[in-house]
């Protein structure tokens, strides 16, 4: 069994050590992050528990990006929240779409994030309506989202 050491991440999902518990961790935490002055936590907030960064046994396997779910509570993370939030808002904002085209963009967000059978759906759906708003938008939202965005999601999105 592998063991990890602790991830400390600010609220905006900046990594700022994935050594949280390694006897040099303390030279690299910091109670605010230093890209955009956003407080850091270590754990996640709503069931406490730590943030997995890397393992003793192979460093390189471990993402270096943060989850965008917790693996114990199966909770977003707060910078997961705030991407999909702030994609939201821009919808929200767009002028080409009606109602109903906002509501179902929006609602593929979250189907987004998540390895899932209706993710696939999702993204096409999702690549579709964005075409529908524009490029200005499209675009927006995928510099929005891309960090909480699930492998298959990123591949129908960006052809990868």
């Known amino acids: ?11 905006n999902g900046h990594v700022v050590t994935s050594y949280v ?6 030279e690299r935490m910091q109670p605010f992050c230093s890209q955009c002055g956003e407080r ?13 960064g890397y393992s003793v046994d192979a460093v390189m396997s471990e993402k270096t990006t943060p989850r965008a ?4 509570c199966g909770k977003p993370y707060p910078w997961t ?3 999909l939030a702030a994609a939201a808002e821009l919808v929200a904002e767009d002028e080409m779409l009606n109602a109903t085209e906002k509501e179902q963009l929006t609602a593929s967000f979250s189907e987004m994030t ?10 096409t759906k999702f690549k579709k309506l964005a075409a529908k708003a524009g490029k200005g938008l ?9 960090d909480v965005l699930s492998e298959t999601a990123k591949k129908v999105l960006l052809g990868q």
Do not use: W
């Open 81 to 83: 929240e705030r991407q």
């Open 40 to 52: 850091t936590i270590t754990d996640c907030p709503s069931c406490k528990f730590p943030q997995r």
């Open 21 to 26: 518990g390694a006897t040099f961790a303390d």
């Open 69 to 72: 779910f917790c693996g114990n």
């Open 114 to 123: 998540s390895e899932n059978p209706r993710t696939t759906l999702a993204a």
């Open 138 to 146: 499209g675009e927006a939202l995928q510099k929005t989202l891309v």
């Open 1 to 11: 069994m592998s063991h990890f050491y602790g991830r400390q991440t600010c609220l």
